[in-house]
């Protein structure tokens, strides 16, 4: 891996933000399943279907302990991204045009090679350290 000046590089880690926004939102779907009159078939799947796609979303975008979680961003000279994920497979992606950047929130979607779907990453203040974020979104502003 290149960690030289013509890098960056982008170690991502837990973050609170992103786990109490999930909490918060799968559990308010929870609840309101819970609350509305369906027949005990349909509540029972889509309860089931909700905790699923909680554990799923949190164990890959916040504990980073699913196979296919990317825990390593790095930039290279010519705009090309590597994407590190827990298998150890290093995947070659490039950025998509289409993003959402705030001072304390990063939405970002990488287009690979041979893939159909985009893989998205969102990024809050705690993800990674904040040196690392700063020169990103000023890389970002400027693409």
């Known amino acids: 891996m290149d960690n030289g000046e013509n890098s960056l590089v982008i ?3 837990f973050s609170i933000y992103l786990s109490l926004i999930l909490s918060v939102s799968h559990l308010g779907a929870l609840i ?5 009159s369906l027949s005990p078939l349909i509540k029972g799947v889509l309860i089931i279907s909700i905790l699923a796609q909680g554990y799923y979303l949190f164990r890959t975008y916040v504990l980073f302990n699913h196979p296919n979680s990317i825990y390593r961003v790095v930039l290279k000279i010519n705009a090309e991204y590597d994407l590190y994920t827990k298998q150890g497979v290093v995947i070659p992606a490039i950025l998509d045009q289409h993003r959402l950047m705030t001072r304390s929130l990063i939405i970002i979607n990488f287009k690979v090679e041979g893939k159909r779907f985009k893989m998205p990453m969102i990024l809050f203040a705690d993800s990674a350290p904040k040196d690392s974020l700063r020169r990103f979104r000023m890389m970002l502003w400027r693409a």
């Open 11 to 13: 170690d991502l880690r």
């Open 32 to 36: 309101c399943v819970i609350c509305v």
